[in-house]
């Protein structure tokens, strides 16, 4: 069994700063590319950053410059780090992680965790 679990939401200020991490635990061959999606109350999830096997990144525009995706490969965890917070960043944040698995073959899925809060007040 694979698991990947978010922590770090929380309520903070504009302007302020949080830090989520997402970690994948279990039955792991190995983790491919690794991702925060976003949200919010009546839209459609988003993609927030994305980080490949080989650190290559990707961000929406929206937090360009503002937050920063990076991976630990030995902890099996990607980070998000995210300042200069505004309320419009207030959502529900998942991580997706791309994991191949062993099972008598090898099998690659997508993972994904059950989500943090991250209110941002104004």
């Known amino acids: 069994q694979v698991q990947v679990v978010e922590s770090g939401g929380g309520l903070v200020q504009a302007g302020g700063s949080l830090r989520l991490s997402c970690a994948a635990s279990?039955?792991?061959?190995?983790?491919?590319?690794m991702g925060w999606y976003r949200q919010a109350p009546g839209k459609e999830r988003e993609l927030v950053a994305a980080i490949t096997s080989h650190d290559s990144t990707n961000y929406a525009d929206s937090v360009k410059g503002r937050f920063t995706i990076s991976r630990d490969n030995a902890k099996k965890t990607v980070y998000l780090q995210m300042n200069s917070l505004k309320p419009e960043d207030t959502a529900v944040y998942y991580c997706?992680?791309?994991?191949?698995?062993?099972?008598?073959?090898?099998?690659?899925?997508?993972?994904w965790g059950q989500g943090t809060q991250v209110t941002v007040s104004s």
């Open positions: 279990g039955s792991i061959f190995s983790i491919n590319a």
């Open positions: 997706d992680a791309e994991i191949t698995s062993y099972r008598g073959g090898y099998y690659t899925r997508h993972y």
